[in-house]
């Protein structure tokens, strides 16, 4: 196992180097030039030789390539500069409103997980009638948009019967209406997934063995159908985590949940580069542990490669 | 009789009897040709222009002269919504084309070269994905400034790597059917074994991905259009028309609920079309206990 790691970490390396690039790459190569705009900022008139004595403090002047590796190294020991709007470090900035926004996504992820199984495997299950009624109801959820279904969430639950409240503090209780509507979302179109490879487990022959034997359905589901499409699952719960990241940013500006979502919303309209790349690692990195997580549930429920691994 | 095997080969859809998918295949057409002709309305009825205002029947109710009511600016939404058909699923289907312009020649190179080729071009497109795809086109618009041109590029550029995947997976199967192979033996030319051979073998599952993904492509800038970092203020689109309603969500839930089900519905229709024509290619049939 632990080599696994170590191979599934090496090849990883490459991508983790790409990714980190192309974060770099999109903000150097932005438009505006950052040393004018900072000047503007101080509410300088700059003289030339001003530009180039700050373009020299920057680093600036060095090539392209060089200026990467500088970044790469800070961005390692997690120095991702100054945000350009507040004059705060970014990393501070940034850990501040990680926790919520993860709190958000995992309680969503668990929430669509628990949904998407309920669902697909009641549309497997159901007669003829129920289960299209059932896709069709999954078809419904996964075309609504997660912001006008939190605006009626929010219109049913805050105005109508008063339980929930619009302006939070990030307690608990407020998390309850954005994981919901992450949730549904989410979890319906895991639920197209769960019914798409439940059905297709459904066609092989090793199901209609099972029948034939007269196993009882249950024992069919549990023990012939949900190992083989565990790891498969896995990975789009993944990917379901990777979009939960980026979808709370939807969520977290309706409800106000006090999250990355409205970090990078003002950084985007402020042009604040060094919070856009920090957050482009983050969720980056993230996604990458996820996927990672993934991989091992993926080994662990397949004995073919539980088995190659603890040999190899 | 081998016209009646081509024949019923070509088009499947002829075998007549009622399935979920058809009925979905059609209730989604039928729902896409509503938008069309929404979209064509202005010009068979007289409707108001989307950004004429009416200060004085701001925030009012479906009436006689506004069907689906006014805006806070007094703008007719009948009008604004019919207006944004062109804008939203224009940007949407403009999205998809970019995505396609990139995800087909790349899917198609790297499943037909193989070997270090396709590695490398896979690996490519690893690195992209590596990212969620809306933070990506999040980071993407940041760096273009908010606008509709920006949210398409940066949705383009987030979504292209998975559908050059999928791209892929159905040339490398595709590639290794017999008739392919024996046109290769013939000595037909690359050209002609992609155009001829590859792909009208990977056309049918294209287009359930294309229908699919064009519906998540329009949620996404719908979305991006609501965070205010797509689409902008004056321009009738349904995203923007949502996000311009938040404040005026208990006075005028109207606002709220018709550029909301414009977005709903389409998205459906492009969903329903998809799994219709899925479930039409998909002959396997499940063992039932």
Redesign the interface.
């Given at each position: 196992m632990r080599r696994f790691l170590f191979m599934r970490l090496a090849t990883a390396l490459?991508?983790?180097l790409?990714?980190s690039f192309?974060?770099f790459a999109?903000?150097s190569?932005?438009?505006g030039d950052p040393v004018m705009q900072e000047l503007r900022a101080m509410g300088v008139v700059p003289k030339p030789e001003d530009i180039l004595a700050i373009r020299a403090q920057y680093g600036l002047d060095k090539p392209f390539f060089s200026r990467y590796f500088d970044w790469l190294i800070r961005a390692l020991q997690f120095d991702f500069g100054q945000s350009i709007a507040s004059g705060r470090s970014v990393i501070d900035e940034i850990l501040i409103h990680l926790p919520a926004t993860l709190a958000l996504a995992l309680s969503s992820l668990i929430g669509a997980i628990g949904f998407s199984l309920a669902l697909g495997l009641a549309a497997?299950s159901a007669g003829r009638a129920t289960?299209?009624a059932l896709?069709?109801l999954t078809?419904?959820l996964?075309?609504?948009?997660?912001?006008?279904l939190a605006?009626?969430l929010?219109?049913v639950f805050v105005?109508q019967l008063g339980w929930g409240r619009l302006v939070g503090d990030g307690s608990i209780g407020d998390l309850i209406l954005p994981t919901l509507t992450l949730s549904l979302g989410a979890g319906a179109s895991l639920g197209r997934v769960v019914y798409e490879r439940v059905?297709?487990e459904?066609?092989e022959d090793h199901?209609?063995l099972a029948?034939a034997k007269g196993l009882a359905?249950p024992v069919?589901l549990f023990r012939h159908i949900v190992p083989r499409v565990i790891g498969p699952l896995a990975t789009t719960w993944a990917n379901t985590f990777?979009?939960l990241?980026?979808?709370a940013?939807?969520v977290e500006?309706i409800f106000g949940w006090p999250g990355l979502g409205q970090l990078?919303?003002q950084?985007?309209?402020q042009?604040d580069?060094p919070v856009?790349q920090a957050?482009?690692v983050f969720?980056?990195l993230g996604?990458?542990i996820t996927s990672l997580l993934a991989d091992f549930i993926v080994i662990l429920s397949d004995p073919q490669l539980r088995r190659e691994v603890s040999n190899g | 009789m081998d016209d009646i095997i081509r024949k019923t080969r070509y088009l499947p859809v002829l075998r007549l009897h009622v399935s979920a998918g058809r009925v979905g295949l059609v209730l989604g057409l039928f729902l896409l040709a509503e938008f069309v002709a929404l979209g064509l309305a202005g010009y068979v009825i007289a409707l108001p222009s989307p950004n004429s205002m009416d200060l004085l029947a701001r925030l009012d109710g479906p009436s006689a002269d506004h069907p689906l009511g006014t805006d806070h600016l007094g703008r007719d939404v009948l009008a604004r919504v019919a207006a944004a058909v062109h804008i939203s699923l224009g940007a949407a289907l403009a999205a998809m084309a970019a995505i396609l312009a990139i995800a087909l020649p790349w899917g198609i190179i790297a499943g037909l070269s193989g070997g270090r080729v396709d590695a490398v071009m896979m690996r490519l497109a690893d690195i992209i994905m590596a990212f969620p795809m809306l933070v990506l086109a999040l980071a993407i618009i940041g760096f273009m400034g908010a606008s509709l041109q920006a949210s398409i590029l940066g949705v383009a550029a987030a979504w292209w790597p998975s559908n050059a995947r999928m791209v892929r997976a159905l040339v490398l199967a595709a590639k290794e059917r017999d008739f392919v192979h024996a046109a290769r033996l013939c000595g037909a030319s690359r050209g002609r074994i992609v155009l001829r051979h590859i792909l009208p073998q990977i056309l049918p599952p294209l287009a359930v991905i294309i229908s699919l993904e064009t519906a998540s492509v329009l949620l996404a800038l719908s979305a991006l259009s609501f965070l205010g970092i797509g689409a902008q203020a004056p321009t009738p689109e349904w995203g923007a028309m949502l996000n311009e309603a938040r404040p005026f969500f208990a006075q005028a839930p109207h606002m709220l609920l018709v550029p909301g089900l414009a977005v709903s519905l389409a998205v459906l229709a492009f969903n329903l079309i998809g799994e219709g024509l899925r479930d039409i290619l998909d002959q396997r049939e499940p063992y039932q206990w």
């Open positions: 490459p991508t983790l790409g990714m192309i974060a999109i903000v190569l932005a438009p497997v289960g299209a896709r069709g078809i419904l996964v075309s609504v948009p997660s912001f006008w605006l009626l929010i219109y105005f059905r297709a459904m066609c199901i209609r029948i359905p069919i990777g979009a990241l980026g979808g940013v939807i500006s990078i919303l950084a985007i309209s042009r580069f856009i957050y482009l969720m980056g996604f990458f | -």
